[in-house]
């Protein structure tokens, strides 16, 4: 659906975007990350026509930006971090303007205005002043403005900034079902948002993408050695030995005097040990009474070893 190939964008001697490549298919949700000045909102204004690249290609749908800015642009729905909406106009009718400059008319755009205003939670405000509501029905508008006329391709930038937790929670499920009839492209800070609504995700850092697949092979490739964590009933020390011996065991640690000991078990990485570990105590006939993984990485972990020599606003 969006294919990116060698885009750089500059603003005199500043290079913003540097040989981006990446490709987004039909259907996906896609997190872009990076750090402030990391070049992804420039980036998303060129996949949204709003300003052209300084060499590049980028195509929408088999379309090319420079050549058919015009029908890409019907095509996609581009809600920016800061929503340029019209304080003294009402909701309703500040959608119905927008509705028909989007060429949308009569049974059709009376259609979509019904559909966005209740997707979006709106039917509550839906006649009150743009300008007297709160931040996070302002983000709502911004979003149902995006939706208005069913665009194939979704951009968002920071979609849930100012939503309250429950607010958040009912635009996350809205992007999650949109999935079913559009692409999306997702900005956003908050990475547990990422890890919940993104099967893939982009990083980029100073103009570049530096990291690209979905949110759990992103921590895997950066885990090292495993951990597990076992407390188990018996002799301490006899307990840390039989542990040792099991092959791909780096290190037992964390026996005590008392009746139950906590042990933190390192292995290799790749290698899942519990088996081994259960059949080791079962074996002495000791009691179990826990036997856990440590996931001690996250996609936050990710984002900042992939970004950590960025220079953040």
């Known amino acids: 659906m969006i294919h990116v190939k060698n885009l750089t964008k500059r603003y005199g001697r500043t290079v913003a975007v540097t040989d981006a490549c990446f490709s987004i298919r039909k259907g996906e949700i896609v997190g872009f990350l990076g750090p402030n000045g990391a070049g992804k909102t420039t980036t998303m204004r060129i996949l949204s026509c709003f300003m052209p690249p300084t060499s590049g290609t980028v195509t ?22 800061t929503v340029p909406l019209y304080p003294e106009m009402r909701v309703l009718e500040y959608l119905d303007f927008r509705a ?17 205003v209740d997707q979006c939670g709106l039917g509550e405000v ?14 709502r508008v911004g ?7 069913d665009p194939d391709v979704l951009i968002l930038d920071e979609p849930t900034i ?3 937790p429950n607010q958040i929670r009912h635009v996350r499920e809205l992007i999650k079902s949109l999935a079913e009839s559009h692409t999306v492209l997702l900005s956003t ?26 949110p759990g092979n992103l921590v895997g490739l950066l885990k090292g050695n495993i951990q597990f964590v076992v407390e188990v009933a018996g ?5 840390v030995e039989a542990c040792r011996q099991i092959d791909g065991v780096l290190s037992v640690s964390g026996a005590g005097d008392a009746e139950w000991h906590r042990l933190t078990i390192e292995s290799r990485k790749g290698g899942d040990l519990r088996t081994a570990i259960y059949e080791a105590i079962a074996r002495n006939g000791w009691k179990l009474r826990e036997l856990t993984v440590v996931h001690d990485r996250s996609l936050e972990d990710v984002f900042v070893s992939v970004t950590k020599d960025e220079d953040v606003e």
């Open 60 to 81: 929408v749908a088999g379309l090319d930006i420079m050549k058919d800015s015009l029908e890409i642009r019907r095509r996609i729905g581009y809600m920016p971090e």
């Open 126 to 139: 839906s006649r009150f002043l743009i300008g007297r509501l709160s931040k996070g029905y302002r983000q």
């Open 189 to 214: 800070h908050i990475l547990s948002e990422v890890e919940m609504v993104c099967g893939r995700v982009l990083i980029m850092s100073s103009g570049r993408i530096v990291a690209s697949d979905s």
């Open 143 to 149: 979003l149902a403005d995006s939706l208005i006329h």
């Open 235 to 239: 002799p301490g020390e006899k307990i």
């Open 100 to 116: 028909k400059l989007r060429g949308l008319t009569g049974r059709r755009r009376r259609s979509r205005l019904g559909e966005v």
């Open 162 to 164: 100012g939503l309250d």
